[in-house]
């Protein structure tokens, strides 16, 4: 009966074994997009980023509404006093409370212009978001890949270990009814060793691009992956791509408004050169005891200022330069950045085309190597090739794989990098806001 139940625990915990890896959830390119926008911390400080210029608004408001004080003192003498004519000059107690506003503006109207580069900061850092999500998009797409590509590598590795295992073994059975020589089996020992190396280096990969995708990502550990791949006939029209991305590149958008946001700096900068006005409203309440025949007891008043500091030792020109400059500055980094831009998006096209155009030529390499491997296996079988004939075409047939694979899940990166460069890539991928 021990017996019976002990092997139906193993058989139990073989099957949970087996089923594990079936049972984690696979995720596709879309969905590991939504996941990973959520835990990212890159995103979310980049919507902190946000918040902070929608309070810096906030305060620029508050430059336009009056500020109202309340007040209010309570104040006990030794003892009351009188002067010669019986008149009170000091009383045992006094209070006095109010409420005050006040207002004071530029004649220039500058505090609108401090709303309105308020406002410019909220566009500006929404365009930072989106330039933000964009870039990670794209890392997340490359870690994506990267996986995948990890495990067509130890995929490949796997496929050449056993090839050379089984070449081993013919190698060994030659030679032993003496049509092979010792050096043979030496050389298939040595490459049987290296291709096991490959294995193990191929294994470690995977786990390290599984661990990046983690961290990025914020998926669980057991995680499958759906294998999908971008097919496109899309030609590269760098024209179009060009106007694709004066209208759709964020972060370009985000330059264009620090230019905007530079000029009307200098307009706030200028209007410290007109004077100030202030305008304040009061109601004041006053008690005491003894009360005085003089004593006002309630009180309401109001009265404009009109102030103009003429001189400030060079405050205002030095900050007006300075706002010039930066202006200018403003600027010089926007056309810079478009400059990169066209850079970046004829690389990327560039790029895409290479792989594009090489995809059809390493199917057919591989398709080449594999025929010539099967072939020269047929004929080292038969004793009509050499050992160095079956490493040549083991090593061709290798290569070939490597490079099909890299080339296939390059090409994935490099079309959503094109998509990136001419500022489609969020719509593309349909992430949301």
């Not at 390290?208 to 992956?225: C, K, N, P, S, W």
């Not at 009265?303 to 001189?311: I, K």
């Not at 600027?331 to 850079?343: E, G, H, N, Q, W």
Request: aromatic content about 10%.
């Amino acid at each position: 009966m021990k017996k019976s139940i002990l092997y139906l625990m193993l058989v139990l915990a073989s099957g949970a074994m087996i089923a594990s890896p079936s049972m984690a959830r696979e995720y596709t390119l879309s969905e590991i997009y939504q996941k990973a926008l959520k835990s990212s911390e890159k995103i979310e400080a980049a919507r902190e980023d946000v918040f902070i210029a929608q309070m810096s608004k906030n305060k620029a408001w508050s430059l336009l509404i009056p500020r109202v004080t309340a007040y209010g003192t309570y104040n006990l003498f030794t003892e009351d006093k009188y002067n010669v004519s019986g008149i009170l000059v000091q009383p045992d107690e006094s209070g006095t409370w109010g409420v005050r506003a006040d207002q004071s503006f530029s004649l220039s109207a500058r505090e609108l212009d401090a709303l309105k580069i308020a406002g410019q900061s909220i566009t500006k850092s929404e365009y930072d978001l989106d330039a933000v999500k964009s870039e990670f998009v794209l890392a997340v797409a490359a870690s994506f890949y990267d996986v995948l590509k990890a495990q067509k590598a130890l995929e490949i590795a796997n496929a050449n270990l056993d090839r050379l295992t089984k070449y081993h073994y013919l190698v060994q059975a030659r030679m032993k009814v003496g049509e092979l020589t010792k050096t043979a089996l030496l050389r298939a020992e040595g490459e049987l060793s290296g291709a096991r190396a490959d294995d193990l280096k191929a294994s470690n990969a995977l786990q390290l691009a599984r661990a990046a995708l983690v961290r990025i990502t914020g998926v669980e550990q057991d995680f499958q992956l759906k294998d999908e791949q971008i097919s496109s006939s899309e030609v590269c029209e760098l024209d179009r791509l060009r106007q694709s991305a004066m209208d759709g590149r964020t972060d370009l958008k985000s330059y264009d408004m620090q230019t905007k946001m530079a000029e009307q700096q200098v307009k706030y900068a200028r209007g410290a050169f007109w004077p100030n006005v202030g305008l304040f409203a009061v109601y004041n309440r006053a008690d005491q005891s003894p009360i005085g025949s003089t004593f006002n007891r309630e009180s309401v008043f109001g009265g404009v200022s009109l102030s103009f500091p003429f001189f400030e030792g060079g405050l205002r020109i030095a900050e007006y330069k300075e706002a010039r400059a930066r202006e200018r500055q403003a600027r010089l980094a926007y056309d810079d950045f478009k400059k990169s831009v066209d850079i970046e998006l004829k690389a990327a096209c560039l790029d895409l085309d290479t792989l594009k155009g090489s995809l059809k030529f390493l199917e057919d390499q591989q398709t080449f190597a594999k025929d010539n491997y099967n072939a020269v296996m047929k004929q080292f079988e038969n004793g009509l090739a050499t050992s160095l004939d079956v490493m040549d075409a083991n090593t061709l047939l290798l290569t070939a794989d490597r490079n099909l694979a890299e080339a296939l899940y390059n090409y994935q990166v490099a079309y959503l990098n094109v998509k990136k460069s001419s500022g489609t890539l969020l719509r593309f991928v349909n992430v949301g806001k």
